[in-house]
């Protein structure tokens, strides 16, 4: 950004997925902070040149936490390429993969990172390690649910990641009386664990002080537009309608056919990220300002969508839309909360799906349909809506791919929340020499609570066995550059 200067560093931030860094600018008047992520990406080049039929089982190698959602939506996009429908057995199939995928990594995030930030505020360390010292029962959730869900997965695909369900029109494997015998009972398990969870999380961090000042805090808030696929007015995670509502609510987006996701999604290139700055295209970019900014992921989800589907889920929606005072919800601390109500959604889906005789009977795959030059698939990933976009020539060869994760969609909005507590930082480094525990905390919960998954949004690269990353750390720097303290 020219005419600014880097005046502090927080590098890297911890306790999220990949590789990024807080840089803190100014021009000497205006003040910005910059979420810049460091990795490199390249699956969009690794497709090209490959048989599209071989592009979900490629594309689930981009990250270990979202490997079904990619392979999931890459087998969306290389239907759509094909002009083939899965039959209802595969869809629902694929359906149940994905709620376990977002069950799975929603438990991961609350328990490893949500809990953390929000019962040990203010602290130095805020980590599962000294919860788990404190709290030892709920800490323990996310280690007991995983095994139980990793079970799951390896049982229906045959491995825990980057797996091979998805065919072009279809699944290889349907389920069968004992697969689903055996979720039921695993079902129960995690059900208690997340009843547990619930509790904690009502007593501990829903009805404290602490929390409700956080809520009342501007910083925390993102005021923009929300997107995300609804089914109806009702929250979808897998196959439905992309919505798009502005930051009083309102309906200003629907799209029906995936492909034209590009009407509503703009990206700009920045020299300073190696990830995009995606925006609402109609509003065109304009770089940190939330008038134009797109959020995504379970807040984003429950903006978009007037009801939640569950009995269970339905009254926690309830719960937390009180506490917000009504919708939209632009606190991003509820994206905890959020992820709460997404968990129990998806325990009552799966249960639904055990029960239907439609997950058990019928074909597998459909081989009919007319091949095109591009398809598109679109998901709802743990962290948000995920977009699969290929092209192919006449040889059924991949010519190009685009991938638009979540945390590239919601990475304008991480540098804009950002952006609002950069300030008191600057002021405290310059003050005291060092930003205070609450100010880092506020930093890198606002960050944690998008859930970012860096290395989606880009990638690392290798070079022979060496990752080419940085280690965790915080390094704050003076205006010339030199290095006042590091922790």
Not at 192 to 211: C, M, P, T, Y
Not at 278 to 295: H, I, Q, R, V
Not at 310 to 331: F, M, Q, T, V
Not at 466 to 471: A, D, G, H, I, K
Request: with cysteine.
């Amino acid at each position: 950004m020219a005419g600014y200067r880097p005046i502090i560093a927080l590098d890297p931030v911890t306790l999220v997925e990949g590789v990024a860094r807080v840089v803190v600018v100014t021009d000497g008047r205006d003040v910005r902070a910059l979420y810049q992520i460091m990795e490199f990406r390249g699956f969009e080049k690794l497709a090209v040149g490959r048989h599209v039929e071989d592009l979900p089982k490629v594309m689930s190698a981009i990250c270990g936490f979202c490997s079904w959602s990619h392979h999931l939506v890459s087998g969306k996009a290389v239907d759509s390429l094909l002009g083939r429908r899965p039959p209802v057995r595969a869809r629902l199939t694929r359906t149940l993969l994905n709620y376990i995928q977002v069950l799975d990594s929603h438990l991961l995030h609350l328990t490893f990172i949500g809990l953390p930030d929000l019962v040990l505020w203010g602290e130095d360390r805020r980590d599962i390690v000294k919860l788990m010292s404190k709290n030892p029962g709920v800490a323990s959730i996310a280690l007991r649910t995983r095994s139980l869900l990793k079970k799951a997965e390896k049982r229906f695909v045959g491995k825990i990641q980057h797996g091979s369900l998805v065919l072009p029109g279809g699944v290889c494997r349907g389920l069968t009386e004992e697969d689903l015998a055996e979720l039921r009972s695993t079902l129960a398990e995690v059900g208690k664990a997340v009843e547990e969870l619930r509790r904690f999380f009502e007593e501990r961090i829903a009805r404290s002080g602490q929390f409700r000042r956080l809520l009342a805090r501007e910083d925390f808030s993102m005021r923009c537009y929300s997107m995300g696929l609804v089914r109806g007015d009702s929250l979808e995670l897998y196959d439905g309608t992309l919505r798009v509502v502005d930051s009083k609510g309102r309906v200003v987006e629907e799209v029906e056919d995936p492909a034209a996701y590009t009407n509503v999604v703009g990206e700009a290139l920045v020299s300073w990220n190696n990830a995009t700055l995606p925006y609402y295209k109609p509003a065109g970019p304009k770089f940190f300002s939330e008038e134009s900014t797109l959020m995504v992921g379970p807040l984003a989800r429950l903006n978009v969508a007037k009801e939640v589907p569950g009995e269970r889920a339905s009254e926690e929606y309830g719960k937390l839309i009180d506490a917000a005072g009504g919708k939209p919800l632009s606190n991003v601390v509820l994206y905890h909360w959020a992820r709460l109500v997404e968990v129990l959604h998806c325990l009552e889906m799966i249960e639904r799906l055990t029960e239907s005789r439609e997950l058990l009977e019928g074909e597998l795959v459909d081989l009919a349909g007319s091949p095109r030059s591009r398809g598109v698939g679109i998901v709802e990933a743990p962290r948000g809506t995920l977009i699969h976009d290929y092209s192919m020539d006449d040889r059924m060869v991949a010519t190009r791919a685009r991938v638009i994760t979540p945390t590239t969609i919601n990475n304008t909005a991480i540098n804009i929340s950002l952006g609002k507590a950069s300030a008191r930082l600057v002021e405290e480094v310059r003050s005291e020499g060092r930003p205070s525990p609450e100010t880092v905390a506020t930093f890198e919960s606002i960050i944690r609570s998008y859930d970012p998954c860096n290395s989606c949004a880009t990638h690392c690269v290798r070079v022979g066995s060496r990752e080419l990353s940085v280690s965790f750390r915080i390094v704050v720097l003076n205006e010339r550059g030199e290095v006042l303290w590091q922790g």
